[in-house]
């Protein structure tokens, strides 16, 4: 029998999608997926009469059928929880052979991938760990795919998943080596951070369209999809117009009906907490994750809210100044949040000495997956014009930009104070702004303070960098 080129542990709908995708493609899959208790049927069976009627996929019942499948190197394509990597691993290796490839297409921690990628070279197999990107659509028509690890494998797995990548302008897949060890995994875990600090800016602005600009869904649909038709295109921008203009079966917005309370699966948070390992500022990012955390406390919201009662009567703001204001400050708002992420990217490649290239990274966001915009082709340029660029606002485009926006920018986070509007994103992206670009904080009185309490000591501006004093404040 005619060996599958690849297999594909965990039918979920990325799974499913992923090898419905890839026998698209043109290349045989083997299938397989954990047993579920009192099922007549089993999941990959299921999955191959329903469907992947027709295609060149075949289901495994036993693991070590699903091995005996494969060509040999074998590329077995883990698409399971985090959680479950570790065993799904274990549980294959007993039938692969040396120089077999493991890929886990799954969001797990890069530090996990770090690891795993070691221990199984030291077994004698290549892991890869691939962040995948676009959700299920991505999955099934051409995803943005962000693979690391064991390079060696790269060649033999580089045609499969470029082939069900997304394709640019320019007719490149949206699928390029990121680089060794954990660097796939970690540039995906930076992308959703990013995503969730987009998502984030995006919300403020629609609350505050709807608050101060007292716009209905319909209104704030159609901006949104005008917006989407400058600059500012973006995929999230365009599924926040279609999102505003839902309707269900009884005409009522959807959108109207959804709790906010806002749940998350822990990527954005990982970028947090990696952030503050590095110590690298990506306050955005963190911004975004304690909102969705204070979306979860709505019992509470509910009563401080009638505690203080803070229902003020909002000044009248004219309506298409405010618009082209809030356009500038999302606009603005959003280099900032990619300026923190590829900073931190930097500090990770130099930290786990990945040699990351960012205007490759740039390049592979720009289809396929839930970042994509036009937005990332200027980054893109950026760093093909200075690949060793320290931080995005350092770009002319870009400075030129937020030089001209700066006045609404400050317009709008005022008027949200004054308002008592929650914007915790959008004002992060300012105060970084301010922060980053003043040569003289007050970051001497801290030093002053730790030296006086603690003895820490500091440095002094008339003195060379990296001599440290201490002063004897008490006497
Ligand atoms: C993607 C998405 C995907 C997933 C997010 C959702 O790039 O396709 O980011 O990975 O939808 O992880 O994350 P939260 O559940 O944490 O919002």
Same mark, same amino acid.
């Given at each position: 029998?005619?060996?599958?080129?690849?297999?594909?542990?965990?039918?979920?709908?990325?799974?499913?999608?992923?090898?419905?995708?890839?026998?698209?493609?043109?290349?045989?899959?083997?299938?397989?997926?954990?047993?579920?208790?009192?099922?007549?049927?089993?999941?990959?069976?299921?999955?191959?009469?329903?469907?992947?009627?027709?295609?060149?996929?075949?289901?495994?019942?036993?693991?070590?059928?699903?091995?005996?499948?494969?060509?040999?190197?074998?590329?077995?394509?883990?698409?399971?929880?985090?959680?479950?990597?570790?065993?799904?691993? =274990?549980?294959?290796?007993?039938?692969?052979?040396?120089?077999?490839?493991?890929?886990?297409?799954?969001?797990?921690?890069? =530090?996990?991938?770090?690891?795993?990628?070691?221990?199984?070279?030291?077994?004698?197999?290549?892991?890869?760990?691939?962040?995948?990107?676009?959700?299920?659509?991505?999955?099934?028509?051409?995803?943005?795919?962000?693979?690391?690890?064991?390079?060696?494998?790269?060649?033999?797995?580089?045609?499969?998943?470029?082939?069900?990548?997304?394709?640019?302008?320019?007719?490149?897949?949206?699928?390029?080596?990121?680089?060794?060890?954990?660097?796939?995994?970690?540039?995906?875990?930076?992308?959703?951070?990013?995503?969730?600090?987009?998502?984030?800016?995006?919300?403020?602005?629609?609350?505050?369209?709807?608050?101060?600009?007292?716009?209905?869904?319909?209104?704030?649909?159609?901006?949104?999809?005008?917006?989407?038709?400058?600059?500012?295109?973006?995929?999230?921008?365009?599924?926040?117009?279609?999102?505003?203009?839902?309707?269900?079966?009884?005409?009522?917005?959807?959108?109207?009906?959804?709790?906010?309370?806002?749940?998350?699966?822990?990527?954005?948070?990982?970028?947090?907490?990696?952030?503050?390992?590095?110590?690298?500022?990506?306050?955005?990012?963190?911004?975004?994750?304690?909102?969705?955390?204070?979306? =979860?406390?709505?019992?509470?919201?509910?009563?401080?809210?009638?505690?203080?009662?803070?229902?003020?009567?909002?000044?009248?703001?004219?309506?298409?100044?405010?618009?082209?204001?809030?356009?500038?400050?999302?606009?603005?708002?959003?280099?900032?949040?990619?300026?923190?992420?590829?900073?931190?990217?930097?500090?990770?490649?130099?930290?786990?000495?990945?040699?990351?290239?960012?205007?490759?990274?740039?390049?592979?966001?720009?289809?396929?997956?839930?970042?994509?915009?036009?937005?990332?082709?200027?980054?893109?340029?950026?760093?093909?014009?200075?690949?060793?660029?320290?931080?995005?606002?350092?770009?002319?485009?870009?400075?030129?930009?937020?030089?001209?926006?700066?006045?609404?920018?400050?317009?709008?986070?005022?008027?949200?104070?004054?308002?008592?509007?929650?914007?915790?994103?959008?004002?992060?992206?300012?105060?970084?702004?301010?922060?980053?670009?003043?040569?003289?904080?007050?970051?001497?009185?801290?030093?002053?303070?730790?030296?006086?309490?603690?003895?820490?000591?500091?440095?002094?501006?008339?003195?060379?960098?990296?001599?440290?004093?201490?002063?004897?404040?008490?006497?």
């Amino acid at each position: 029998m005619e060996k599958s080129n690849i297999g594909l542990i965990g039918l979920g709908i990325m799974g499913q999608n992923l090898a419905l995708n890839l026998a698209d493609k043109g290349w045989s899959v083997s299938v397989w997926n954990r047993p579920k208790s009192g099922a007549s049927e089993s999941v990959a069976d299921h999955f191959v009469r329903v469907r992947g009627k027709g295609k060149s996929i075949i289901a495994c019942e036993e693991l070590e059928d699903f091995a005996q499948t494969l060509q040999r190197p074998r590329i077995v394509m883990l698409m399971v929880t985090a959680e479950a990597v570790t065993e799904v691993i =274990e549980k294959i290796i007993p039938y692969l052979d040396e120089d077999d490839i493991i890929i886990d297409g799954g969001n797990s921690n890069f =530090e996990d991938t770090e690891r795993r990628v070691d221990e199984l070279y030291k077994r004698g197999f290549y892991f890869i760990g691939a962040g995948i990107s676009g959700g299920e659509e991505g999955a099934l028509h051409g995803a943005s795919i962000m693979p690391g690890g064991a390079v060696e494998a790269w060649p033999v797995v580089k045609p499969i998943l470029q082939s069900i990548a997304a394709i640019a302008e320019d007719g490149t897949p949206c699928c390029e080596w990121v680089g060794s060890g954990g660097a796939g995994h970690y540039v995906k875990m930076v992308h959703n951070g990013i995503e969730y600090a987009e998502m984030q800016l995006i919300a403020e602005v629609y609350s505050l369209m709807k608050q101060v600009g007292n716009m209905n869904n319909e209104e704030m649909g159609l901006i949104f999809a005008r917006w989407n038709e400058t600059d500012m295109r973006s995929y999230l921008i365009e599924i926040t117009s279609k999102i505003l203009r839902h309707r269900d079966v009884t005409g009522d917005y959807v959108l109207d009906k959804i709790l906010d309370v806002a749940n998350q699966k822990g990527t954005g948070r990982w970028s947090v907490q990696n952030a503050l390992n590095l110590n690298e500022p990506l306050d955005m990012v963190a911004e975004a994750v304690f909102a969705r955390d204070l979306s =979860e406390k709505k019992k509470l919201r509910e009563t401080l809210s009638r505690t203080y009662n803070r229902d003020t009567n909002l000044a009248l703001y004219q309506r298409d100044e405010l618009l082209a204001q809030l356009f500038d400050t999302l606009s603005v708002s959003r280099i900032v949040s990619y300026a923190q992420g590829f900073s931190l990217m930097r500090k990770a490649s130099d930290t786990y000495q990945w040699n990351l290239n960012y205007a490759s990274v740039a390049l592979i966001w720009r289809e396929g997956c839930i970042l994509r915009s036009e937005l990332l082709n200027s980054i893109a340029k950026a760093f093909l014009s200075n690949s060793q660029l320290e931080n995005l606002l350092a770009v002319s485009s870009f400075s030129e930009k937020v030089k001209h926006t700066l006045p609404s920018w400050k317009k709008i986070i005022a008027m949200a104070v004054k308002e008592e509007i929650t914007i915790p994103a959008l004002s992060a992206a300012l105060n970084y702004f301010y922060g980053i670009t003043t040569a003289h904080l007050s970051a001497n009185l801290i030093q002053a303070q730790r030296d006086f309490f603690g003895a820490h000591t500091f440095e002094r501006i008339d003195e060379p960098r990296g001599s440290f004093f201490h002063e004897l404040w008490r006497s």
